[in-house]
């Protein structure tokens, strides 16, 4: 066997370092009993899929004979909630959102390959940003004892008195203001699931190997968004979530009919 042989079958040397055994011990834990706790985390608002219907003109430059292959991917810009109606929390002077609107704005990415006139040419790519833009209602909550938003409405109040010297006339230049200033944890989306359902085609129909330049997109796509708020949520049987009730110059008061026991709510 010649030597020439050898040295090609080697194999090639690899420098290895030997890993030192570390210990393992069970870290002790100390529990403190809570019966109630309450933690702050995001509650699942709503989880609507919206159908967006989008057509489009792309321009494929060089000219293609053959669509091989189109990938979609969606990518949101906002996911914003804007409440329309409200219902007071009973004692406090927070509302739950009955209906809003849900504003929805991205873009589907698309990456398309296709084939151009060139004889044994390689394939082409065309990326394309397809916009879309929109809005839903929403009805809350959207099942039975579900979450729903929760908004503290910001207060002014102003006090003007009566001229001390003559009880007749107001003074201007005396006056007593409050204001106060809640702020909420802003409602926020995920995007969870993008359903697509395309049909791709050129405007003016080519004959076999014949060369197009425009391709024409009538997309309609499912789109599954979450939608979320941060509360205050106290754990136990049967969880609530937890509402402050802050101090203004209008109560939260309940008008009480005689005879007939005022709604509460729990909060």
């Known amino acids: 066997m010649s030597e020439q042989f050898i040295n090609q079958i080697q194999p090639c040397p690899v420098t290895s370092t030997e890993q030192i ?10 529990t403190t009993p ?57 004692g406090t002077d927070f509302f739950r959102v009955t209906r809003a609107k849900l504003f929805v704005a991205g ?26 833009s929109g809005f839903t209602d929403l009805i809350f909550p959207q099942t039975a004892g579900g979450a729903t938003p929760i908004l503290g409405i910001s207060e002014f109040a102003e006090a003007n008195f009566l001229n001390e010297r003559t009880q007749m006339d107001a003074r201007l230049d005396k006056a007593f203001f409050q204001n106060l200033v809640k702020y909420n944890e802003q409602p926020f ?36 968004v979450k939608v979320l708020q941060v509360q205050q949520i106290r754990l136990g049987a049967g969880s609530s979530v937890v509402t402050p009730v802050l101090q203004g110059l209008t109560p939260p008061a309940t008008p009480i009919v005689p005879g007939i026991i005022p709604p509460t709510e729990p909060c």
């Open 189 to 224: 989306g995920e995007l969870v699931a993008a359903n697509f359902f395309e049909l791709d085609f050129s405007p003016i129909m080519a004959a076999p190997e014949e060369a197009f330049s425009t391709l024409r997109e009538k997309i309609v796509l499912e789109l599954t």
């Open 34 to 90: 809570l019966t109630t706790p309450t933690i702050k985390i995001p509650v699942v608002l709503a989880e609507p899929t919206l159908q967006i219907v989008v057509e489009s003109d792309i321009t494929l430059n060089p000219a293609a004979t053959e669509i091989k292959r189109v990938k979609k991917n969606v990518f949101l810009n906002q996911v914003k909630l804007v409440p329309v109606s409200f219902a007071r929390i009973a």
């Open 107 to 132: 873009h589907i990415r698309k990456n398309i390959e296709y084939a151009s006139s060139a004889c044994n040419g390689a394939l082409q790519d065309r990326i394309a940003d397809v916009p879309f």
């Open 21 to 30: 055994p570390l210990t393992n011990e069970i870290t002790p834990l100390v």
